[in-house]
């Protein structure tokens, strides 16, 4: 079992910049790979970000590339989602989720732990 609890959402304008943090208990951080996914109202939940145990190799959706950024402290048991340049179809509820270790890591249905999610709004 994993639990994952997401902080740092928030109000900001276009161009600001959020960070969101993950902060994972009942296992180790290290062992497990991690992504970021968001669901905006009315549309599928999607694809982010997402790291591997080590860190050293990251993921993108196309849509967040060049403006977010995935990190992990595996000594604190945290993901970060560095979010640079919002705008406002960056709105949505982010959510942290544990790899189940199968299928695609871009797919929601691959991640077997998630956290409750933070809502990020991008004022125009």
């Known amino acids: 079992q994993v639990q994952l609890v997401e902080s740092g959402g928030g109000l900001v304008q276009t161009g600001g910049s959020l960070r969101l943090s993950c902060a994972a208990s009942?296992?180790?951080?290290?062992?497990?790979?991690m992504g970021w996914f968001r669901q905006a109202p009315g549309k599928e939940r999607e694809f982010v970000a997402a790291?591997?145990?080590?860190?050293?190799?990251?993921y993108y959706a196309d849509s967040v590339k060049g403006r977010f950024t995935i990190s992990r402290d595996n000594a604190k048991n945290t993901v970060y989602l560095q979010m640079n340049s919002l705008n406002p179809e960056d709105t949505a509820v982010y959510y942290c989720a544990a790899y189940g270790g199968r299928n695609t890591l871009y797919s929601a249905s691959s991640y077997d732990y998630w956290g409750q999610g933070t809502q990020v709004t991008v004022s125009s």
């Open positions: 009942g296992r180790t951080l290290s062992s497990i790979v």
């Open positions: 790291t591997i145990q080590s860190g050293q190799f990251t």
